[in-house]
């Protein structure tokens, strides 16, 4: 018995990180083409863009869960078409809850990217092409390692925010073992059993966690505050 | 190397502080020459370079270089910086915070060429800072990696924006020599934008002065800036400082561009047209330049 909840806590945390893992490596991968469109596009329709972006931080994650889960629904011609041409099924699965993470993630990753990106000066870009040098080989060579703060900012940002999520996994992936069943979720589910002992050691790892991410972002700061520019 | 007469020919609305100021500059720089962009701020001196560099399109007109055009509106050309033979040099250098003074130079060339690369180190004094990172080094010494950096691409066209604004009197005038060497060492076309009146007769053979947005007179600087109508033998060009007011004449106080203070009487009749911040010569006519040796 006693193993069989040990075996289940640590099937619940490897989720949790599995989740904040692969939203992270998604959310970099798209977020860094995004970040650098939204630093130097002139697209008059830029702000709804960033508005619709930071949604995720203003709403209650229950509405974007919401609209997840009549997305999913096989009714609907989205769910509809997964299901008959891939059989895949999104609603209460991982790759469900996936989506919907790396979507509710998307402000944490692009936010500081995006603020890096344009405090560069424009000068470092314009020498580089000025220089010959492509556009992607200025991103990779020049830009990006100049907002390396603004990166590490983002990534622990990103990673600590989905390991923290709590109400979006809850609507669009509910509380199956296995599956679905991330740390935090699992607190309120024991707390709810009277297991307190189980939901404190989630609890506690959880807060860890989230301590060590956010002191290493603000000890990175720190250290390139001192590393100014020019 | 491409090293060919450039044909300017091109206008530009821009929006400055003051309003709305149309470039419209017309005028060919020939193949190899030292040439300076002398004007106000506002005058568009930097965006006619950025034009050049392709950084900013202009409304209307051409650029050719040689044979090649690099813009040309009517047949909707325009070259992409990366396709411009040139390098340009920035006000605050730009250099790459993440690159060593080395690697800052490595980048611009097109090919590895660890010669040359050796070459304008030593030529710039760069050697003891080679592997130390632009944040670390003095205004005078980023303006050198800037520089040789700007010359590692081998250029057939070299740009300079205000390349000595930002330093002290003393520094401008070593850094001043840098860029003769730069350009005897390259050979490339230079176009160097300053408001220094100084470092024009110091440096370039050929000025183009521009105010709002147009070249109002161009040549050599002594003729360009020289009143010949003037039979003066002592002339200092500066700027006016102040004009004040005591009893029934003025005392105008004018910086010298060797950063003298100059205070001359002026009649009420004199001083109708000069307002603070105007260039003037101060000359004296043959007889009373007195000369004293310093004790």
């Known amino acids: 018995m006693y193993f069989n909840m040990d075996s289940s806590f640590v099937q619940t945390l490897w989720i949790t990180f599995k989740l904040a893992t692969f939203t992270t490596l998604i959310l970099f991968v798209a977020g860094l083409p995004v970040s650098y ?56 699965t991982f790759e469900g809850i996936l989506i919907a993470s790396v979507i509710f993630g998307l402000p944490f990753m692009i936010q500081p990217l995006h603020s890096g990106l344009r405090q560069l000066p424009d000068s470092l870009r314009e020498a ?42 809850l609507m669009v992936g509910g509380n199956m073992p296995g599956e679905t069943r991330v740390a935090s979720v699992a607190i309120y589910d024991e707390m709810q059993a009277l297991n307190f002992d189980v939901a404190n050691r989630y609890a506690i790892i959880l807060f860890m966690v989230s301590l060590v991410l956010l002191t290493t972002i603000y000890s990175v700061n720190r250290k390139f505050d001192t590393w100014k520019m020019m | 190397m491409e090293n060919d007469v450039i044909h300017i020919d091109v206008s530009k609305t821009m929006f400055t502080a003051n309003g709305t100021v149309t470039l419209a500059v017309s005028t060919t720089i020939r193949s190899g020459e030292l040439v300076a962009l002398f004007g106000p701020s506002g005058a568009g001196k930097t965006t006619l370079l950025r034009i050049l560099a392709g950084l900013v399109t202009p409304d209307r007109g051409t650029v050719k270089v040689g044979q090649t055009v690099w813009f040309d509106s009517g ?90 604004s930002a330093l002290d009197a003393g520094m401008r005038i070593t850094l001043q020599d840098e860029i003769v060497r730069a350009h005897r060492l390259s050979g490339a076309t230079t176009l160097l934008v300053s408001h220094d009146l100084n470092e024009v007769f110091r440096l370039v053979s050929h000025v183009l002065c521009i105010e709002n947005g147009r070249i ?39 910086i010298s561009n060797g950063n003298q203070i100059i205070r001359v009487i002026a009649f009420d009749s004199d001083i109708e047209n000069l307002s603070v911040g105007d260039q003037v010569i101060v000359f004296t006519k043959a007889f009373n330049p007195i000369i004293s040796k310093i004790a």
């Open chain 2, 75 to 164: 047949n909707g050309i325009n070259l992409a910086p990366q396709k411009r033979n040139l390098s340009l040099m920035f006000q605050d250098y730009a250099l790459f915070p993440n690159m060593t003074v080395e690697q800052n130079i490595r980048f611009a060339q097109p090919e590895n060429d660890r010669k040359y690369t050796e070459e304008l180190l030593t030529v710039f004094e760069l050697n003891e800072f080679r592997n130390r990172r632009p944040n670390g080094l003095s205004g005078g010494q980023k303006q050198r990696v800037a520089l040789a950096r700007a010359l590692a691409r081998k250029p057939g066209l070299l740009l300079l924006d205000e390349p000595l």
């Open chain 1, 37 to 92: 469109w939204l630093a130097h596009s002139r697209f008059r329709l830029k702000p709804v863009v960033e508005a619709l972006i930071s949604m995720p931080i203003v709403l209650p994650p229950s509405v974007i869960g919401y609209y997840m889960l009549v997305v999913y629904s096989p009714r609907n011609w989205l769910g509809n078409w997964l299901g008959q041409a891939f059989d895949i099924r999104l609603a209460f």
């Open chain 1, 128 to 169: 580089s092409y000025t220089l010959g040098k492509s556009k992607s080989l200025t991103f990779f060579r020049v830009l990006l390692p100049n907002i390396k703060p603004s990166i590490i900012t983002a990534i622990a940002l990103t990673f600590a925010h989905c390991i923290g999520e709590f109400g979006i996994v």
């Open chain 2, 216 to 254: 109002l007179r161009e040549g050599n600087p002594s003729d360009v800036f020289s009143d010949r109508s003037i039979s003066g033998k002592v002339q200092i060009t500066g700027q006016i400082a102040c004009i004040e007011k005591q009893d029934t004449v003025n005392i105008v106080t004018v």
